[in-house]
């Protein structure tokens, strides 16, 4: 399974683009790259993700890098509603085995 | 579709006692996880099941947890007997088709004492 690493925390002014990075260097070609947020205690939620093409939906965009060892979730406009942990994981296709790192708390801030 | 239900939303319970945990997985999805979140260890994947059967259980910290799958609808995690390190919020999530996200539970926030 790879291993990701994110920063720990990131601040951001409301209304800007928020772009989170996630180093996923171990990742092999069949790894899916997936991002969750969690908000206070709440279970995480499903953002996006994407094998190795750039992914949009009505939340965020995923740009991975053509040799996929990295990855960028741009939330286009930020809102203090966004503030939460950022988590990026990798699933090895079929496996179902999601893995979770440490994520990096965002701040939106007024 | 009410999403995945974990029961009890809150659990206190003395330490020594046995503690069940519930979770109903979204009608359909063939894949189930436990997870605990604590703030020193984050969010740990405890177990797994795929089509009712587990299949990677290394993230049970010990023999003290167990967890079954009796059917596609319904799981459960016990710890027996329950210790004050057990604290921490359990999550229980649900995967339908392969490379598909997973939708989480509310959680149950276990406290030992």
Known sequence: DAKTTQPPSMDCAEGRAANLPCNHSTISGNEYVYWYRQIHSQGPQYIIHGLKNNETNEMASLIITEDRKSSTLILPHATLRDTAVYYCNSEASGTYKYIFGTGTRLKVLA | ?113
């Not at chain 2, 974990?6 to 999805?29: A, D, F, N, W, Y």
């Not at chain 2, 059967?53 to 009796?70: L, N, Q, T």
Request: aromatic content about 10%; proline content about 8%.
């Open chain 2, 1 to 113: 579709d009410a999403g995945v239900i974990q029961s009890p939303r809150h659990e206190v319970t003395e330490m020594g006692q046995e503690v069940t945990l519930r979770c109903k997985p979204i009608s359909g999805h063939n894949s189930l996880f436990w997870y605990r979140q604590t703030m020193m260890r984050g969010l740990e994947l405890l177990i797994y099941f795929n089509n009712n059967v587990p299949i990677d259980d290394s993230g049970m910290p010990e023999d003290r947890f167990s967890a079954k799958m009796p059917n596609a609808s319904f799981s459960t995690l016990k710890i027996q007997p329950s210790e004050p390190r057990d604290s921490a919020v359990y999550f229980c999530a649900s995967v339908g088709p392969p490379n598909t996200e997973a939708f989480f539970g509310q959680g149950t926030r276990l406290t030992v004492v």
